[in-house]
């Protein structure tokens, strides 16, 4: 079997299909590259992925056409026929395509094979290729030879798996916007005012007296000012992308034995939290992915709050008190068939628990009461007592976990509330948090700049917080990043990405 020769092309055989005009990629010395680029497992149909110089070379070995009157790739057309393996057996009925660089995903020459979806069938082209010189691709290798062939920028590869990973519409929608560039655009508007500023400060060191025209320090002022909004901006959809893409944390709160592990499992549709109707069963918390309509939510069951002297529960309730911190939404459940009518109309609660977190619940953070155990008793009307401490009045709903009455409604109400509370998704760009934190240390850089000026600092050290936010937002984008950096994001990618 004949190894086709990467330096020269030597060694290729001539296959009945012919390949496409060679040029000159920007990583023409690199390996070529193979992986399956569909999910692993048995589909209606599978995508097996090349990029590098031998990808056109190989499908012409490998493909025999389906039509006689086929007479080479055409760039970006599917072509039907049959993959063979090294030995020239066939393998597959299929469809291949060749995308030359520097036009490609990758900037290399690339092709997909289209085969059926059988995982024999897949990994006997994958040995094929990798028989004839290909390489198996790393995770993320795609994306980053598309990022190292300036194909896209750092934002812009993140943004390809996070669109892969989205869980939802919204997260599909922020992803799309900074795989077409937006935040690269906006964060380089923001880093070319800066390059202004930059220039006229080292103006303002070489020539201090006066020599030529420069800006003054009000006017340094109004634009480091303005570039910090500009990035504050930026900045003020993260909180919205987090919960959108990685997911609410709702914590279910309240009593021993008010039913929050039955509510789970309501939740969930499956049996995952230990339901008893001995009190203090849930001792730690336990947490589970579920979708609020199209919101994904993380579903915290927490351990029941009572005073406890048994000290596996004790830190369980300890913990319950941290997630009830680390909450995006708290869900007070109350035993509904606990009380008496005297009780609803009163305005203390009478869950001593469910009354405390009402009171002590941060104003901004939103909170549900929910009546659990409907199938047993349920209240004339909103109890008195269900109110929180700034008199607001939080959405109240009888459910039953038992009989999963009210479930629904409750879980539209709670993304509603979840969405309320954070700015709207209007047209944010929503940084990821890698770029969030580089966006953040470039206006605080930028904030502290302010101070020196307005303090009147001398301009040599004024740069150099100057360059450190410009470094920062170079970061923000992927422009000299480090190759720790770098491995780090795509080692997070997807084989076959
Ligand atoms: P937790 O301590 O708050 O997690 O409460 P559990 O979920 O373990 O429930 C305590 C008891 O209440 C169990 O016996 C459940 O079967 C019962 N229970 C929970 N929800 C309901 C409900 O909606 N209706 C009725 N009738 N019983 C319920």
């Known amino acids: 079997m004949s190894e086709i020769n990467h330096a020269d092309g030597a060694g290729a055989p001539a296959g009945p299909a012919a390949a496409p005009a060679s040029h000159d990629s920007p990583s023409s010395a ?11 497992g048995s589909g209606g149909i599978a995508i097996v992925r090349l990029s590098g110089p031998l990808s056109g070379k190989l499908l012409a070995r490998l493909f025999v056409p389906g039509s006689a009157a086929f007479t080479g790739f055409r760039p970006w ?54 028989a004839c010189g290909a390489v198996p691709a790393k995770r993320g290798e795609f994306s980053r030879r598309a ?43 923001v880093r070319s005012r800066l390059e202004t500023v930059r220039v006229h400060m080292s103006l303002a060191v070489d020539f201090p007296d006066d020599e030529v025209e420069i800006l003054d ?39 021993v034995n008010a039913g929050k592990s039955s509510l789970m499992n309501a939740l969930l549709g499956v049996s995952r939290a230990l339901v008893t109707d001995v009190p203090g069963t849930t001792r730690d ?40 911190e680390r909450a995006d ?14 009780e609803d109309e009163g305005s203390v609660c009478p869950d001593r628990v469910v009354g405390d977190l009402l009171e002590s619940a941060p104003a901004d953070l939103p909170v549900l009461v929910l009546w ?53 998704a209007g047209e944010s760009v929503a940084p990821n948090d890698r770029q969030a934190r580089a966006l953040r240390g470039a206006a605080g850089e930028l904030s502290a700049l302010s101070r020196d000026i307005e303090a009147g600092q001398l301009y040599d050290l004024l740069s150099v917080r100057l360059d450190m936010a410009c470094a920062f937002l170079d970061d923000a984008i992927g422009v000299g990043t480090a190759q720790d950096v770098l491995n780090r994001v795509f080692e997070s990618f997807c084989i076959g990405k």
Not at 109 to 127: N, P, Y
Not at 157 to 176: D, F, H, Y
Not at 373 to 400: I, Q
């Open 329 to 342: 939404c708290l869900v007070l459940v109350v035993d509904g068939s606990a009380g008496d009518a005297a």
């Open 285 to 324: 918390f336990i947490e589970e992915s579920v979708l609020f309509g199209d919101l994904p939510v993380r579903l915290v069951d927490t351990a029941g709050l009572r005073d406890s002297d048994d000290t596996v529960e004790s830190l369980g309730i300890e913990r319950s008190r941290e997630q009830i």
């Open 77 to 130: 057309t599917l072509h039907h026929g049959r993959i063979l393996d090294a030995s020239g057996r066939e393998l597959d009925d299929v469809l291949c395509v060749l995308m030359p660089g520097p036009g490609s995903y990758t900037g290399e020459d690339c092709a997909e094979i289209h085969c059926h979806g059988g995982q024999a069938i897949v990994s006997a082209i994958l040995e094929t290729l990798f």
């Open 217 to 255: 320090r009000p006017d340094f002022l109004v634009r480091v000012r303005e570039a910090e909004q500009a990035l504050q901006e930026l900045l003020c959809g993260v909180e919205r992308a987090r919960v959108t893409r990685s997911g609410a944390r709702v914590v279910l709160a309240g009593s």
């Open 147 to 189: 990022y190292l062939n300036g194909r896209m920028d750092l934002s812009q590869a993140e943004a390809v798996a996070e669109l892969i990973a989205a869980p939802g519409r919204e997260a599909l929608e922020q992803s799309l916007r900074r795989l077409d560039g937006e935040l690269s655009r906006r964060v380089t508007q």
């Open 30 to 40: 690199q390996t070529t590259i193979a992986a399956l680029a569909t999910a692993q």
């Open 372 to 424: 659990n155990k409907a199938d047993l008793r349920r209240p004339s009307g909103r109890p008195a007592w269900c109110r929180r401490s700034g008199g607001g009045l939080p959405p109240f709903m009888c459910v039953s976990a038992l009989t999963g009455e009210g479930i629904d409604r409750f879980c539209e109400t709670a993304r509603d509330c979840i969405l309320g509370s954070l700015p709207p």
